[in-house]
């Protein structure tokens, strides 16, 4: 989208799942009682994947995303926020590695060109631990329920979407804007 549209983007934290604990769960114990088809969500994940080009692995289980998060502001502070997103998504859906783990994490940042040494000190300390609380905060008064959420002044869409859904959705919201019809 950044190749054809000047746009900025702001990676904001969502609450998801919180209460994982640090050693994960299995998906069959996160839904459990839920009522939810798990395999068969598993094949529509993999089918959006595979039709957005995204890679995707064998998902066995969820993780806490708690401190990836924090290391996404300390990353986005330091330039390297995209990256940062990138491998922690392909570590965690496509390789199935532990989210939660500062080893893991610390491992991350340096695949993105950071520091180990200063991810663990930031994680320890927990330095940007309020600003995923105001992300957290924001999601509940937006009232977004879900992953990815796009945003755009009040308007959004909800879900990893094609290029075609998103690019509508921008320029649609776009012309509200310069109409007035947004704040």
Do not use: C
């Not at 702001?10 to 604990?21: E, G, S, V, Y």
């Amino acid at each position: 989208m950044r190749k054809n549209y000047e746009i900025e983007i702001q990676w904001r934290a969502f609450p998801l799942h919180p209460d994982t604990p640090e050693e994960g769960l299995t998906l069959a114990e996160l839904f459990a009682g839920r009522g939810v088809d798990i395999e068969k969500k598993l094949l529509q994940l993999k089918k959006v994947a595979d039709e957005l080009g995204l890679p995707w692995g064998e998902r066995k289980k969820t993780y806490n995303s708690r401190r990836a998060q924090e290391l996404a502001k300390w990353a986005e502070s330091k330039g390297k926020g995209d990256e940062w997103h990138d491998a922690v998504f392909r570590a965690y859906f496509v390789e199935g590695k532990n989210i939660a783990k500062i080893e893991e994490l610390a491992g991350l940042t340096k695949s993105v060109g950071l520091s180990p040494d200063e991810a663990r000190i930031g994680l320890q300390s927990r330095s940007f631990r309020e600003a995923v609380d105001a992300d957290w905060v924001r999601s509940y008064q937006m009232g977004i329920t879900a992953v990815p959420t796009f945003v755009i002044g009040r308007e959004t869409v909800v879900g990893a979407q094609p290029y075609a859904v998103l690019e509508h959705f921008l320029i649609l919201n776009k012309v509200k804007m310069r109409n007035g019809e947004q704040s």
